[in-house]
């Protein structure tokens, strides 16, 4: 059966990941760094979970309400996405690789 539940994009995903990384790192609750952002905190939780695409001004007032530069922390989720594509090319490389020669070991 299907979920009917929203799938998360893998940058928002990273960028939500980070976010809440920083969140717990600097003591904050949710409820906190809502506040301080201006925002409110179902909005966090969804960015959070990266459900959420939260405009510049969001993105940049979330950062600054973690006292994180906002340029920084899109370079490390950046960073984060492509390694993670990276990976999962170099995998889809391996099975492909892996298939071909079982196939030929079977013929």
């Given at each position: ?60 007032r ?38 071909e ?7």
């Amino acid at each position: 059966m299907l979920s009917n539940r929203p799938t998360a994009d893998p940058f928002l995903s990273a960028f939500g990941s980070h976010l809440r990384a920083l969140r717990k790192n600097s003591g904050l609750s949710q409820e906190e760094t809502a506040d301080r952002a201006g925002i409110h905190v179902t909005y966090l939780e969804g960015v959070e979970r990266g459900l959420r695409n939260p405009f510049d001004k969001e993105r940049a007032r979330l950062a600054n309400a973690l006292g994180y530069p906002t340029k920084e922390l899109f370079d490390l989720v950046r960073l984060h996405v492509e390694g993670r594509l990276i990976a999962e090319v170099r995998l889809k490389k391996k099975f492909h690789a892996d298939a071909e020669s079982m196939a030929i070991t079977m013929s």
